[in-house]
């Protein structure tokens, strides 16, 4: 063995071995290179974990934005009020479109399923549209936003097709005048209040039966009419033939009137005769006996009420209104809820400030536990 080798054969010079690499000579090197890879690997895993769990995981609140138009012109709709219901027990989430139409509003973003959004508008047929819709855009990897373009059909169409409703009405069998005298009566169609909203008197026919015809020892004549309700007037006379010496007969005898009566479908006025809007929702099946005499009752007071709605996600009740031109009408509208029955809870209207605030625009939330 000669001096350059080592007992194994290997050369050496002084005390390096030329036959095996350094790195492997360098302990240090060695452990330095593993924990290098270690930490690469490492980062790797922890940043797939991270990417998965922001994948799989819906955000906290989603931004809901769009805008309103009409269907046939093309034109903004403002003041149209927008629901998100999602069927699952979330908070709702509503706003209102503004002059322009436009809109936009977060809403919880938990639900297991799509929201469905409700749109409603005066003289508009309600409409409702699915968050999985193709039609609708939105960001596929990570639901953030939704952008909806809703088109309002207007409902007066279809609602000019709803049926006439026909009534007779009579006045019973009564005298006529005594001999040469006549006797005047009144027969009326039912009062204003019981005729069915967005009807009115469209035609009416009236005839005598019995002992006197009309135009025959008979007057007939309509006395008043208004858009709910026509009055006729008839008068009879009775026979003075039965006065002679020779007359054997009753001088006053028995006649029927019969006013038959149409009322028609009138499509309401664009502009009432008061501005106000009252959006009514409810989250019972018990209570939509209640929601729907409620928007009767504030029909007849002047306001209008699209068809109220049931909702499945969770709400506060009460009367809510949005601008401090608006605040005499919260009033009102409270008690005409406390006439109709509906809880008391009510009877305090609360402002809500909204980022698109309303004009004429008002709210009643009616909740309570399924039946």
């Known amino acids: ?214 135009n025959a020892w008979a007057t007939c004549s309509e006395q008043s009419r208004t858009s709910k309700q026509i009055c006729w007037q008839f008068s009879m006379q009775g026979h003075n033939e039965c006065n002679l010496p020779f007359g054997h007969c009753s001088q006053a005898a028995l006649s029927e009137g019969f006013l038959h009566v149409t009322y028609g479908f009138v499509a309401p006025e664009s502009s009432p005769s008061k501005a106000q809007v009252v959006y009514i929702q409810f989250a019972s099946t018990s209570q939509e006996k209640d929601a729907a005499q409620l928007c009767e009752a504030v029909i007849r007071q002047g306001y209008v009420c699209p068809p109220p709605v049931k909702l499945r996600g969770q709400f506060s009740p009460g009367l809510k209104w949005f601008d401090p031109h608006d605040e005499a009408s919260a009033g009102e509208l409270s008690v005409i809820a406390t006439h109709t029955g509906v809880s008391s809870v009510l009877d305090t209207p609360k402002q809500e400030n909204l980022s698109t605030r309303p004009v004429g625009a008002m709210e009643i939330w009616l909740n309570g536990p399924e039946k």
């Open 1 to 214: 063995m000669s001096p350059a080798t080592d007992v194994c054969g290997n050369r050496k010079i002084g005390s390096r071995n030329l036959d095996r690499p350094d790195n492997l000579a360098n302990p240090r090197a060695v452990r330095r290179t593993f924990l290098f890879f270690l930490l690469i690997a490492g980062a790797s895993l922890l940043w797939g974990l991270v990417w998965q769990t922001r994948s799989g995981r819906p955000p906290k609140e989603r931004v809901v934005e769009g805008q309103i138009v009409d269907a046939q012109r093309g034109t903004p709709v403002s003041g149209a009020q927008i629901i998100s219901d999602d069927g699952t027990g979330s908070p709702i989430g509503r706003t209102f479109s503004d002059p322009l139409g436009r809109f936009s509003f977060t809403k919880s973003a938990v639900s297991s399923g799509p929201s469905s959004f409700i749109v409603r508008a005066p003289g508009y047929a309600e409409l409702r549209l699915n968050e999985d819709s193709p039609s609708i855009p939105r960001d596929r990897e990570n639901i953030r936003s939704t952008t909806l373009r809703v088109e309002l059909k207007q409902s007066s169409s279809e609602e000019h097709d709803r049926p006439d409703i026909v009534r007779d009405f009579r006045s019973g069998p009564v005298p006529s005048g005594q001999g040469a005298d006549f006797r005047v009566y009144s027969l009326c169609s039912d009062p204003p209040d019981s005729v069915p909203k967005d009807y009115v008197v469209k035609s009416a026919q009236f005839n005598l039966a019995g002992d006197r015809r009309c």
